[in-house]
């Protein structure tokens, strides 16, 4: 995109202004006799002012809207105009052979443009500034008021601290060991394993050796993925690692995973000489222009076969799913700015254990003494505002706090890890504005590869991407509760489909209201059915075997009584 564009959008701009003209002035040219004063006066008198009022007002009304309306299409154009313009001149290479990769009716692939984060941009607005400084009030005074409780109760200010590192984030040093093994594996073992096979079955000519080499690095890889999975997790049974500690693992593992398959995904067809349209990493660079040199030559193949150790690095700590060998970077890293980042990642999870502790734990800590249908419905909707308050804490310190504060450290500058997914009217626009990053890896790996396989059935291909993303978030709330409690396997895979194929609203605010109902609820189910299993663990003794209370919730083995509390 050329910078004529934009000059042609701020003229447009310009004439715009310039055809709303401004309201007429004629000067008397002199001064106004008594008599003549006498009449207007008499003229006003009788005339209905409530009524001129009511049309000035919707005259002005009208004015402001069709000006508003023209302003804002101009302004889009020309910040449209200027994104695609930067992401131009900071990638010209890598975009212009991406525009040659790109087969007319498949699907695009995607695209990295330096952007801000959206909360980033909406807290220089004084008036959401303000929301987020009531948020941190509000947290000042929780820690005030449980300090206080602590002390009148306990004797000990920093009871709930202790508890929140003795039984979330104990035993540190063995999640450090697992990340750092994990992480040494993965960048030295699949990194250098790849690099042979790209090498070695470049030099074979064999059509019978390639095959033997390619089927040999698949069930090497399928061997590789199979052991990142069941290592670490055993690894958190053996050690009996608690909630917390056993969601850094498994995060990271997962994370681990993504970033592997998409490093794969990307080069191979590459490696293997396969059209560029089976992949988005089209960045490779061009032969140069005459005859090269035998080194220059060699350099440039390697290039191609496999990129550099350092771009597959700078992938594993970037704050993307999707490699690339170029990104749009930032000139500097502003250190306060990840320091602040930090910080609020800190007060978030401090934010939640003081909600869990003054909302959650009063209500589910006589489950097993008394309970029933009154005591379950109570609980469900008691959990409402806590889980959802924990809900957007959780996004908040993910989503936007950690993720920028690791592509600040990066230099990464597409912050677009989300998208003003409060604004949804129906769940179709949550799942893809929710959680970018995964979103794209789900859209680009799974989603449009199942095009190409189910020849662009649109059902099947959702259906797998639901499946897919399910079974993995059952999986994560499995180990950390040492339960097998399909509750995510089915609200979030079962009725969440069925919710996203359904519900679709045209008008804004009831669409709205409806997914923040459904929000609420959700989210209540979800933490009030969690924290009955894991108080049903502590009050309730079955006296079933360990593998029969793992395969099935304690809370339905509980003798209830026949009042309810």
């Known amino acids: 995109m050329k910078m004529e564009n934009i000059d042609?959008?701020?003229?447009?701009?310009?004439?715009?202004i310039k055809d709303y003209p401004e309201p007429e002035i004629h000067e008397t040219g002199g001064s106004l006799k008594e008599a003549d004063v006498a009449s207007m006066a008499d003229n006003f008198q009788s005339f209905d002012n409530s009524a001129f009022?009511?049309?000035?007002?919707?005259?002005?009304?009208?004015?402001?809207?069709?000006?508003?309306?023209?302003?804002?299409?101009?302004?889009?154009d020309v910040v449209s105009e200027a994104r695609t313009y930067t992401h131009h001149q900071l990638n010209g290479d890598a975009v212009?052979?991406?525009?040659?990769?790109?087969?007319?009716?498949?699907?695009?692939?995607?695209?990295f443009y330096p952007q801000r984060s959206l909360l980033t941009d909406l807290f220089d607005l004084k008036h959401i500034a303000t929301i987020h400084n009531i948020f941190v009030a509000v947290l000042i005074i929780f820690t005030a008021n449980q300090m206080?409780?602590?002390?009148?109760?306990?004797?000990?200010?920093?009871?709930h601290m202790d508890f929140m590192f003795e039984q979330l984030f104990s035993k540190i040093p063995v999640v450090?060991?697992?990340?750092?093994?994990?992480?040494?594996?993965?960048?030295?073992?699949?990194?250098?394993?790849f690099h042979w096979w790209a090498e070695t079955r470049h030099a074979l000519s064999g059509v019978t050796t390639v095959r033997i080499i390619d089927y040999t690095a698949i069930t090497c890889y399928i061997v590789f993925i199979c052991c990142l999975l069941y290592v670490p997790t055993s690894y958190v049974f053996y050690y009996d690692l608690p909630g917390g500690s056993s969601s850094i693992i498994l995060c990271e593992q997962l994370r681990l995973m993504m970033k592997t398959y998409s490093f794969i995904r990307e080069n191979a067809p590459r490696a293997m000489g396969l059209p560029c349209v089976l992949t988005a990493g089209c960045s490779a660079p061009s032969s140069p222009v005459g005859t090269p040199t035998s080194a220059s030559a060699t350099r440039a193949k390697k290039r191609v076969l496999c990129p550099d150790f350092s771009k597959f690095l700078y992938f594993m700590f970037a704050p993307t799913l999707i490699y690339r060998d170029f990104y749009p970077r930032t000139p500097y890293v502003r250190w306060r700015y990840v320091v602040s980042n930090i910080a609020q990642c800190c007060g978030c999870v401090i934010y939640t254990n003081f909600i869990f502790a003054r909302f959650c734990v009063p209500i589910f800590r006589s489950f097993g003494t008394g309970s029933g249908?009154?005591?379950?419905?109570?609980?469900?909707?008691?959990s409402m505002i806590p889980a959802t308050l924990t809900f957007i804490l959780m996004f908040f310190t993910l989503l936007h706090s950690w993720l920028n504060a690791f592509a600040e450290i990066c230099c990464f500058a597409d912050r677009g890890f989300y998208r003003d997914w409060w604004n949804s009217i129906s769940f179709s626009v949550f799942?893809?504005?929710?959680?970018?990053?995964?979103?794209?890896?789900l859209y680009n790996y799974i989603y449009l590869d199942m095009m190409i396989l189910s020849r662009n059935n649109r059902f099947l291909s959702a259906t797998m991407v639901f499946l897919i993303s399910s079974v993995f978030h059952e999986y994560v709330m499995v180990v950390i509760l040492r339960v097998f409690y399909p509750l995510m396997l089915f609200l979030f895979g079962g009725v969440g489909f069925l919710f996203m194929s359904i519900f679709k609203f045209k008008q804004q605010r009831l669409g709205n209201v409806i997914f923040w109902c459904c929000v609420f609820s959700g989210n209540g189910l979800f933490l009030c059915l969690y924290s009955l299993e894991l108080f049903a663990s502590i009050n309730c003794v079955?006296?079933?075997p360990e593998w029969y209370s793992f395969l099935f919730p304690k809370m339905y083995s509980c003798r209830f009584n026949s009042t309810a509390v």
């Open 373 to 382: 249908v009154q005591f379950f419905i109570s609980s469900w909707f008691r």
């Open 148 to 159: 206080i409780e602590d002390i009148k109760h306990h004797g000990n200010p920093l009871i």
């Open 431 to 441: 799942f893809r504005t929710w959680n970018v990053v995964v979103h794209d890896w």
């Open 542 to 544: 079955t006296g079933k």
């Open 176 to 193: 450090i060991c697992l990340w750092l093994t994990m992480h040494c594996i993965v960048v030295l073992g699949l990194y250098w394993g």
């Open 53 to 76: 009022r009511d049309k000035v007002d919707a005259i002005k009304a009208n004015y402001l809207r069709n000006l508003d309306g023209e302003f804002q299409n101009v302004i889009d």
């Open 8 to 16: 042609n959008s701020s003229l447009r701009l310009r004439r715009l």
């Open 96 to 111: 212009s052979e991406k525009k040659e990769c790109q087969v007319p009716g498949f699907a695009k692939h995607k695209v």
